[in-house]
């Protein structure tokens, strides 16, 4: 048996029929393509007969992607498959997924009908997809819910009639893992002539089983999962790709089976899904959520310190994230401040240590988060180290009718340097004009304004986070002026640069 696992995604067809998720043409194209970076075998990229904008959708993602198969699915019905043969006609590979319901509850209350015609239904769908493309998948809706030995003679006759893959849902989310693997199981030694084809798993997650489900039909013989980007899907959703994924790579000596996903894109996969469909991630979502790399308990954020496999199975790296985040709170210990200090550029003595704890376990208990600008408040210019590059003058003109424009005159190690410029504003002139004076290439990646106090008065606390040659620091500053902390939180970043300090 084969231990390649072939990813079959159908986030722009299951997991796009979530109530106000819906997409327009081009962010489906756009969705396609990072399925494809992501290394995605099969895309369904709709439901073609479903509406026009569904058809539109799959005849531009079939001409937008290169190398994965396009999916279109069907109903057992001839003007279904015709549509969908009509909407995958530029797609370089295409596939026809037509299926119907196979258990009690589909046969005789959805479908009116009965065990045998239903078996003709199949057979009929399956040879005249036949004639239309090559790959054929046949669904047995509700598979999870079929009695296995009807189900076994369904797919035996739907495999003679030319089914390239036999898709074994459980639509419900109804079985129990070792229900689902036994049920593979049952067909792998059942069925003649399963060997030929690939069989596929589509587990919902109405009690939660989703993943579960689907790597026991996976340690069964399946060799395709159906799956979507962050688990999304009718009710409670579809399994997740990611989830699967990154079971298969952290238990590779157990499962032994492969998948062509690049991992390292599934971060950045997840975040897209997640905007254009407007569906936020939840902070605990196995793999992609916020939290999943996250530490805020002391015993957790020493242990993950020392060795980050104490408290990691996976490298974040691995999904895209650049690194764990140590969360500050009222449960952090020294060593997690400390860690945090050295990166904000803070180099304390044990005992000024002791006593930044003790103010920030007090700040701690009244905030659910420490910022970073709220530790450099706490430890104060005093104990940082002498400041190469000081601010020494500045003016700024702006207003209505002028263009913002930034004077500034620094102080380089005792050597005073000028500078004129303009900007958007008065702190991206008065930015610009610093920039003039250092001629180094530093990106400034974020910038973040908060308040201290209350009032017209008021003491304004500014983060920058710049990047130089592909490392980041932070800088912090606080004044009245929100100019003037603007440009003192920009130099405090850059007195940590490696090349300020030589």
């Known amino acids: ?40 075998d099969i895309i369904e990229a709709g439901f073609p007969i479903s509406s026009p904008g569904d058809f539109e959708s799959v005849v531009e993602i079939s001409k937008a992607v290169t190398w994965p198969v396009i999916c279109g699915l069907t109903r057992a019905v001839r003007k279904d498959i015709d549509v969908a043969a009509d909407a995958l006609r530029y797609a370089r590979k295409k ?5 119907i319901g196979t258990s009690f509850y589909h046969i005789h209350y959805k479908l009116n009908s009965n065990p045998d015609e239903i078996l003709e239904r199949a057979v009929e769908a399956v040879k005249y997809s036949k ?10 809706e509700d598979a999870g819910r079929s009695d296995n030995e009807y189900l076994a003679r369904v797919i035996e006759a739907v495999i003679k009639a030319g089914a390239t893959v036999v898709n074994i849902p459980d639509t419900t989310g109804y079985c129990l893992p070792e229900e689902f693997g036994a049920k593979i199981k049952y067909l792998v030694e059942n069925v003649k002539g399963i060997d030929k084809v690939v069989i596929s798993t589509h587990c919902h997650n109405d009690l939660g089983m989703a993943t579960a489900n689907t790597i026991a039909g996976i340690m069964n013989g399946a060799r395709q999962a159906e799956v979507t980007i962050n688990g999304i899907g009718e009710r409670a959703g579809n399994t997740s790709l990611e989830e699967v994924v990154m079971i298969l790579k952290s238990r590779h000596k157990v499962l032994g089976v492969d998948t062509n996903i690049r991992t390292q894109n599934i971060y950045h996969t997840s975040r897209l899904v997640s905007t254009l469909m407007n569906m936020p991630v939840q902070p605990n979502k196995a793999v992609v959520g916020r939290n999943a790399f996250a530490h805020s308990s002391g015993i957790h954020q020493d242990g993950v310190l ?15 994230v650049n690194e764990s985040s140590i969360l500050l709170t009222a449960r952090s210990g020294r060593a997690a401040l400390s860690h945090r200090l050295e990166l904000l550029g803070f180099k304390l003595d044990k005992e000024k240590l002791n006593k930044v704890y003790e103010e920030f376990l007090k700040l701690a208990d009244k905030k659910k988060e420490i910022r970073d600008d709220d530790i450099a408040l706490l430890v104060g210019d005093a104990t940082r180290q002498e400041k190469r590059i000081k601010l020494d003058f500045l003016q700024v003109v702006a207003g209505k009718t002028l263009v913002p424009t930034a004077t500034i005159r620094l102080d380089i190690a005792g050597e005073k340097f000028n500078a004129t410029s303009s ?15 250092i001629h180094r290439q530093v990106i400034l990646d974020e910038f973040l304004i908060q308040a201290i106090t209350r009032g017209s008065d008021d003491v304004g606390k500014v983060h920058i986070q710049v990047e130089y040659e592909h490392n980041i620091y932070h800088g912090f500053g606080a004044h009245t002026d929100i100019i003037t902390a603007s440009v003192e939180a920009f130099l405090d970043a ?6 300020i300090e030589d």
């Open 1 to 40: 048996m084969s231990d390649r696992l072939f990813i079959f995604d159908t986030t722009l067809r299951d997991g796009e029929q979530v109530p106000g998720c819906q997409l327009n043409t081009i962010e489906k194209i756009e969705v396609a393509k990072a399925l494809e970076d992501l290394g995605v």
């Open 131 to 140: 004639k239309l493309v090559e790959d054929v998948e046949f669904y047995a």
């Open 423 to 437: 900007g958007n504003g008065p702190v991206d002139a008065a930015i610009n004009a610093v920039k003039q004076i």
């Open 95 to 99: 596939r026809i997924h037509t299926g």
């Open 494 to 499: 850059l007195n940590k640069l490696p090349m």
């Open 306 to 320: 020392k060795h980050r496999e104490n408290y990691e199975i996976m490298d974040p790296r691995d999904v895209g």
